[in-house]
């Protein structure tokens, strides 16, 4: 049985040791996102597995895994979606360091070190989430009867690939 996470961890440690996390984080506790989805699962599927580069990084990489129901902006009905999110970010110490980081790598600025792996999931999942979520074109009730126009840096139509919603 997958082990339920929760609370602080020390990623620089984690990453030390080569340290890989696996397991389930409840959903209760990340109200935010609830906030954002109709409904959700009861947990997120994680794996992460912690690094240091060459030059001293401390890294995690893995996949966070979470079914949600969103409400299609276009017919206004829920329809089921599987988030399933890459993770890959540095860990540093300040907002300072962010500056430091090399182009495209994300930061999780870390307080005494630590991070409440639930904030860290919760943010990963925020970003994740579509901005303007819609049925697939061709299961949309709607179809083409309205169209959101997408926003200048998110086009919900990259998002589209990634959800696994009921077109199989
Ligand atoms: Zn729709």
Request: glycine share 8%; charged share 25%.
């Amino acid at each position: 049985m997958e082990k339920l996470l929760r609370g602080e961890i020390s990623p620089l440690k984690l990453a030390r040791t080569g340290a890989r996390l696996q397991g389930k984080v409840a959903l209760a506790r990340l109200s935010r996102l609830l906030g954002c989805v109709e409904s959700a699962g009861e947990t997120v599927e994680l794996m992460l597995e912690f690094s240091q580069d060459a030059l001293g990084c401390s890294l995690v990489e893995g996949t966070l895994q979470l079914d949600v129901e969103l409400l299609c902006q276009r017919c206004l009905e829920a329809f089921s979606s599987q988030l399933l999110v890459d993770v890959r970010l540095a860990f540093v110490a300040s907002d300072k360091a962010v500056k430091s980081l090399p182009d495209g790598l994300e930061a999780c600025v870390l307080v005494d070190g630590k991070v409440v792996l639930e904030a860290l999931v919760e943010d990963e999942l925020l970003l994740a989430l579509p901005d303007v979520p819609l049925h697939p074109r061709e299961v949309c009730p709607a179809g083409t009867k309205y169209e959101p126009k997408p926003t200048d840096e998110n086009n919900p139509f990259a998002v589209l690939g990634q959800l696994k919603g009921k077109v199989n």
